[in-house]
């Protein structure tokens, strides 16, 4: 039989949570928890509010529940009630005062949030409507800054346009009147480009093929004749070539300089034109702190000028010079000629040299590739027989192994055991033997590479000769000029 009680005390003994809410806890004082069983008889809706008939069906199948009341009075079973103390309900209950304040707080905090709220909105709409318009203010200030810009470029874009066409017209003319004296140039400095271009590509030859042969020598002395020859016209080609290297650099500061215009109107029109529902605006967030500028409106427009006034001052010197320019210096064509032929002669001689021993090296890389073949075929060969080795190893050494595990006096060193153990030594013997023969085969074979490699390198040498003076210097040699082309007159 159960004891009486017990639901009592396991309803009692863990009270429920109350719910979180605005108000203080009930029923948390550490008076509710002090006894088990109070001291005086309380109604059922205070002490189990929700399992209001636990106490009754307990008590009333159980009545020997008195027990555990001993400090309380004596009371009937049927009159006998689950308990909440006095003081307990005291400690947790609210006035009407209580519960009045709490609604006025609430209501005046509403008030407050309410007011609070309202003055928000009519901030933000003033402030939002002020921001729009400063914001309107700004961007048509900037649309009208940009457009003066594009302004500003466009008349200097016109006036660099103006300057570059006097000067591409002026150093059409200085062209004109130093006609002779520049065919005479071109082809004097043709044939000078073609022995420096030769001496440049064989300084690309390799390894020992990079020899002063006579080939280069030769090449030397051509450059040197033909410097030789330039000395009689050396006065007028060099006030020329110096005049139409400055005209030319000032041809391209304007060019350069209209480039940079043309680009940075593009840029202008297109931000002047853009608008808020243009396509591509987009946030790129820190653009305004980054500064890449290098010059001012003055500084801007002081540099095109410059570069005008330069241009003007070169035109004026290009006119002079043009009156300066009356004669024609003749090169000495026969002079060039014979020095012409005798490099080629040098070159022909050393082409057949480098050939010859390029097609020795290429005998003996065959040679030395069969012979590589055959030892890798060896070393496979070897390789395969020590791996036959190894399985007669393994057999004998796991019969050797089974054979320990024999018991008492069945471990017996008998013919079979001897054997076996000289099987094992016999094995290994040749093992070791095999692998040191493929080792001495490995080295034999890295030797062999080594040599292929040297004779490849060798034969890369003299193939890197023959193109370098075959096909770049014998090529470029066929285009050398005539003689009436020499000597300016057509």
């Known amino acids: 039989m159960e004891r009486g ?3 009592l005390t396991a309803t009692y003994a863990h009270p429920r949570p109350t719910p979180t809410n605005f108000l203080p806890a009930i029923s948390t004082m550490a008076s509710s928890y002090r006894d088990r069983f109070p001291h005086s008889n309380l109604t059922h809706s205070l002490s189990l509010p929700w399992r209001p008939s636990t106490y009754y069906k307990v008590a ?3 009545p020997s529940v008195a027990p555990y009341c001993t400090r ?5 079973e049927n009159t006998m009630l689950p308990f909440v103390s006095n003081r307990t309900t005291f400690f947790t209950r609210y006035t009407p005062d209580d519960w009045y304040r709490s609604n006025l707080t609430n209501y005046q905090e509403s008030n407050t949030s309410r007011h609070n709220s309202e003055k928000l909105r009519v901030d933000t709409s003033r402030l939002i409507q002020d921001k729009y318009q400063q914001t309107r203010k700004t961007h048509a200030d900037t649309t009208q800054n940009l457009g003066e810009r594009v302004n500003d470029i466009g008349f200097w874009k016109s006036e660099i346009i103006h300057e570059l066409d006097e000067m591409i017209g002026e150093t059409n003319a200085l062209t004109d009147v130093k006609k ?3 065919r005479a140039l071109m082809e004097t400095e043709a044939p000078l480009q073609v022995a420096r271009e030769c001496l440049f590509h064989r300084e690309k030859r390799m390894g020992i093929d990079l020899v002063h042969d006579e080939v280069e020598a030769q090449l030397l002395t051509e450059v040197d004749t033909i410097l030789c020859c330039q000395e ?3 006065l007028h080609l060099d006030k020329a070539i110096a005049q139409l290297a400055a005209d030319r650099a000032s041809q391209h500061e304007l060019e350069k300089d209209l480039s940079d215009k043309q680009m940075a109107y593009r840029i202008d029109d297109k931000c002047h034109h853009l608008r808020n529902t243009s396509d591509g605006v987009g946030y790129f967030r820190g653009v305004e702190r980054v500064d890449a500028t290098v010059s001012v409106p003055e500084s801007w427009a002081k540099f095109t000028d410059d570069n005008i006034l330069r241009s003007q001052s070169e035109r004026a010197a290009s ?3 043009r009156d300066d320019i009356e004669n024609l210096l003749v090169v ?5 000629w014979n020095q012409f032929n005798k490099v080629n002669l040098s070159f022909t001689n050393r082409i057949a040299e480098t050939a010859d021993a390029k097609n020795k090296i290429q005998t003996h890389l065959a ?5 590589i073949f055959q030892t890798e075929m060896t070393i496979e060969s070897i390789k395969k027989a020590i791996k036959d080795k190894t399985a007669f190893l393994k057999v004998a050494q796991t019969r050797l192994d089974e054979r320990t595990r024999r018991p008492n006096i069945e471990l017996c060193r008998d013919m079979a055991q001897l054997r076996l153990v000289n099987e094992v030594h016999e094995v290994d013997d040749t093992i070791q033997t095999l692998q040191q023969r493929l080792r001495d085969a490995e080295d034999t074979l890295q030797s062999l590479v080594h040599i292929k490699a040297t004779l490849e390198y060798d034969l890369a040498v003299k193939a890197n000769s023959l193109y370098i003076d075959q096909e770049k210097c014998m090529s470029m040699r066929k285009s050398y000029p005539n003689t009436l082309r020499l000597v300016g007159f057509c």
Do not use: F
Request: hydrophobic share 25%.
């Open 232 to 234: 009689r016209m050396k």
């Open 180 to 182: 002779r004296l520049e």
């Open 72 to 76: 309380s009075q004596r009371v009937s």
């Open 332 to 336: 000495t064509a026969n002079e060039m």
């Open 319 to 321: 006119a002079k010079l």
């Open 367 to 371: 040679k030395t590739l069969q012979e």
């Open 60 to 62: 009333s199948n159980s």
């Open 5 to 7: 009680g017990c639901t």
